[in-house]
């Protein structure tokens, strides 16, 4: 018999032995019946702003190399503006902020061209501001070189702001393309941001891109980013030249608008949350919000405020000239989270404010 042989049966009842005293242990331990009364809404969460100032206290780390990762990027601009006036957009993926590599280019390549940026990563984006904007750039850039004909000018007589989304694109689409250096480019900041995410969004940028004197520099960061777009918008609309630039850079605009895990959602923090939005809204926009407050710490039983009462009230008051107007605010406020709608008992749409009786009164106090 070799010896080899009955070492290594010795090896294997040694583990048998071991793995059945464990479940047995676990057995036996598991039928004292004990369990631990502790839940997570019991943790003491610190306040977000005292988190985040914590935060801003760490020291970052390798700013050197990431200084010097940056400016190795410079060698590529002079490819990156030659792709861009072959009618190529650009987008930049790999780990870290790209915020700044962008706007450098931006600064440095682009001074010739109109550039307009969007933050992706904010909470909520008007597209049509945006594209208003291309086409006032646009329109500038036509008059400064004396290409815009007299037929192309009667067209867009009627103020842009007034103009649909569908107008807004087909006087894009009517420019002259014949060309290169006559563009307006439009960076785009984590397009796979909350705000540009949704199939509609990605539509319109994907037309906007397909437009002759527009160009698109984007930056995406989520992993499962190219999921929102299909083979003709990267091909045809896009028309991506895909770059792998890791900075390796902290998110720190981009952090800005995200909850920190560790931060406690109180009273007063929701509060403070509502009061930046609202302080960021039009007077008309906050005194139909104080209508709609007042009417639900006047009425604490009732279920919300229906639509049709929320609009007589507003009429009154001359806040508001028609059910349009009524709507953009309040399309406003669920955009924001500041209003929310359930189904009455009798079977109408009502609208509250997700705010306790406390933290409202606080808001309207607070809001001058």
Same mark, same amino acid.
């Given at each position: 018999?070799?010896?080899?042989?009955?070492?290594?049966?010795?090896?294997?009842?040694?583990?048998?032995?071991?793995?059945?005293?464990?479940?047995?242990?676990?057995?036996?331990g598991?039928?004292?019946?004990?369990?631990?009364?502790?839940?997570?809404?019991?943790?003491?969460?610190?306040?977000?702003?005292?988190?985040?100032?914590?935060?801003?206290?760490?020291?970052?780390?390798?700013?050197?190399e990431?200084?010097?990762?940056?400016?190795?990027?410079?060698?590529?601009?002079?490819?990156?503006?030659f792709?861009l006036?072959?009618?190529?957009?650009?987008?930049?993926?790999?780990?870290?902020?790209?915020?700044?590599?962008?706007?450098?280019?931006?600064?440095?390549?682009l001074?010739d061209?109109?550039?307009?940026?969007?933050n992706?990563?904010?909470?909520?984006?008007?597209?049509?501001l945006?594209?208003?904007?291309?086409?006032?750039?646009?329109?500038?850039?036509?008059?400064?070189?004396?290409?815009?004909?007299?037929?192309?000018?009667?067209?867009?007589?009627q103020?842009?702001?007034? *103009? %649909?989304?569908?107008?807004? @694109?087909?006087? /894009?689409?009517?420019?002259?393309?014949?060309?290169?250096?006559? +563009?307006?480019? #439009?960076?785009?900041?984590?397009?796979?941001?909350?705000?540009?995410?949704?199939?509609?969004?990605?539509?319109?940028?994907?037309?906007?891109?397909?437009?002759?004197?527009?160009?698109?520099?984007?930056?995406?960061?989520?992993?499962?980013?190219?999921?929102l777009?299909?083979?003709?918008?990267?091909?045809?609309q896009?028309?991506?030249?895909?770059?792998h630039?890791?900075t390796?850079?902290?998110?720190?605009?981009?952090?800005v608008?995200?909850?920190?895990?560790?931060?406690?959602?109180?009273?007063? *923090? %929701?509060?403070?949350?509502? @009061?930046?939005? /609202?302080?960021?809204?039009?007077?008309?926009?906050?005194?139909? +919000?104080?209508? #709609?407050?007042?009417?639900?710490?006047?009425?604490?039983?009732?279920?919300?405020?229906?639509?049709?009462?929320?609009?007589?009230?507003?009429?009154?008051?001359?806040?508001?000239?028609?059910?349009?107007?009524?709507?953009?605010?309040?399309?406003?406020?669920?955009?924001?989270?500041?209003?929310?709608?359930?189904?009455?008992?009798?079977?109408q749409d009502?609208?509250?404010?997700?705010?306790?009786t406390?933290?409202?009164?606080?808001?309207?106090?607070?809001?001058?």
């Open positions: 018999m070799d010896p080899k042989d009955g070492g290594g049966e010795e090896e294997e009842e040694e583990e048998f032995g071991f793995s059945r005293n464990y479940f047995l242990a676990r057995e036996i598991g039928g004292s019946g004990k369990k631990s009364g502790r839940k997570l809404s019991d943790i003491d969460l610190a306040d977000e702003q005292v988190l985040r100032a914590e935060a801003s206290r760490i020291k970052e780390k390798h700013e050197k990431i200084a010097l990762l940056l400016k190795s990027y410079k060698d590529l601009y002079p490819k990156w503006l792709e006036r072959c009618g190529f957009g650009l987008l930049m993926y790999g780990f870290g902020s790209k915020k700044v590599l962008l706007e450098d280019f931006a600064s440095s390549s001074t061209y109109g550039a307009l940026v969007i992706g990563y904010l909470p909520s984006i008007n597209l049509k945006v594209i208003i904007a291309i086409c006032e750039m646009l329109q500038d850039q036509l008059k400064t070189s004396r290409k815009g004909s007299v037929r192309k000018k009667a067209k867009t007589q103020p842009l702001s007034s *103009q %649909s989304m569908e107008d807004l @694109l087909m006087f /894009l689409n009517e420019q002259p393309s014949d060309d290169n250096d006559s +563009f307006v480019c #439009l960076i785009i900041h984590n397009i796979d941001g909350p705000a540009l995410r949704d199939f509609e969004t990605q539509q319109y940028l994907a037309r906007l891109a397909s437009c002759s004197p527009v160009r698109v520099i984007a930056s995406i960061d989520h992993v499962n980013a190219p999921l777009w299909d083979k003709k918008m990267v091909h045809t896009f028309n991506w030249c895909w770059y630039v890791p390796f850079a902290p998110y720190k605009a981009e952090g608008f995200f909850p920190l895990i560790l931060a406690g959602s109180s009273a007063a *923090q %929701s509060t403070k949350t509502a @009061l930046v939005v /609202l302080q960021s809204l039009t007077p008309n926009a906050q005194s139909v +919000f104080k209508v #709609l407050a007042e009417h639900q710490l006047a009425n604490v039983k009732e279920e919300g405020m229906p639509i049709n009462t929320l609009y007589t009230k507003c009429r009154e008051k001359f806040l508001v000239s028609s059910q349009v107007t009524l709507n953009s605010h309040l399309t406003e406020f669920k955009d924001h989270e500041l209003v929310k709608v359930r189904k009455h008992s009798d079977g009502c609208l509250y404010i997700p705010l306790t406390e933290s409202l009164e606080r808001l309207l106090q607070e809001l001058v």
